[in-house]
């Protein structure tokens, strides 16, 4: 597609539910990140894959959380046994690799996010 | 580690006036990328401007324009002739221009603009 695609655009599930977030990013974009945003936060770190693999997983809160991306495009972001404190907004985010003297300068081009109410 | 800090939570500015939104950031590394991202109600990221560490000039982008500099960390936002839909979040971020691409985000600022 023309843009980082994400389902669903908002998911409400009840305390103890397992839950599945789904990033597809631009084709041809290599790098893919998963952000968590709090109500008036900032975006905050969860995971980055290059590639197929999880380069840096130091964001994912707790073993609850897990990712993939099997292929090297879409991404799956797994929530199992939700918290209230789970509730937040999913953003996914894909770039190519950062090159120096092209028209890739490391840019972000992000979706508009799954928003997480855990009742 | 990096760190980003926009230290303004709020900021208000008079349509069609100036504005200046500030960022630090911390890092050991000489060679690195800088961005402002706009957020909207919408939700939606939106990149504003982009700097590149090596690049002594300053980036601009229409309105938009940075004042970048380097020795002291320090990366703020200059939006010229505010428009109402300026409105939204703006956020300071910090890329490593190096193999390893994990972007960090400050908490943002919130910019209202007065009719």
């Known amino acids: 597609g023309a843009g980082v695609s994400q389902t669903p655009s908002n998911k409400v599930t009840e305390k103890g539910k397992y839950v599945e977030l789904r990033c597809d990013p631009i084709s041809g974009h290599t790098a893919l990140y998963w952000y968590r945003q709090s109500l008036g936060q900032g975006p905050e770190f969860l995971i980055y894959f290059q590639g197929t693999g999880a380069a840096d997983d130091s964001g994912l809160p707790n073993d609850r959380f897990f990712a993939v991306r099997p292929e090297g495009s879409v991404s799956t972001l797994k929530i199992q046994r939700t918290e209230r404190g789970d509730s937040a907004v999913y953003l996914c985010a894909s770039s190519l690799k950062g090159t120096r003297g092209g028209a890739v300068t490391g840019e972000l081009f992000f979706g508009e996010g799954s928003r997480l109410t855990v009742l | 580690a990096q760190t980003v800090t926009q230290s303004q939570p709020e900021m208000s500015v008079q349509e069609a006036e100036t504005v200046t939104l500030s960022c630090t950031y911390d890092?050991?590394?000489?060679?690195?990328?800088l961005f402002w991202y706009k957020q909207p109600p919408s939700r939606q990221m939106i990149l504003v401007i982009r700097q590149e560490a090596y690049k002594q000039q300053n980036a601009t982008e229409n309105r938009f324009s940075v004042n970048f500099q380097k020795a002291a960390k320090s990366f703020s936002l200059k939006i010229s002739d505010s428009q109402l839909g300026d409105a939204a979040m703006y956020f300071c971020a910090y890329r490593s221009a190096g193999g390893y691409q994990k972007v960090t985000f400050g908490t943002g600022t919130k910019l209202q603009v007065i009719p």
């Open positions: 890092t050991s590394e000489s060679d690195y990328y």
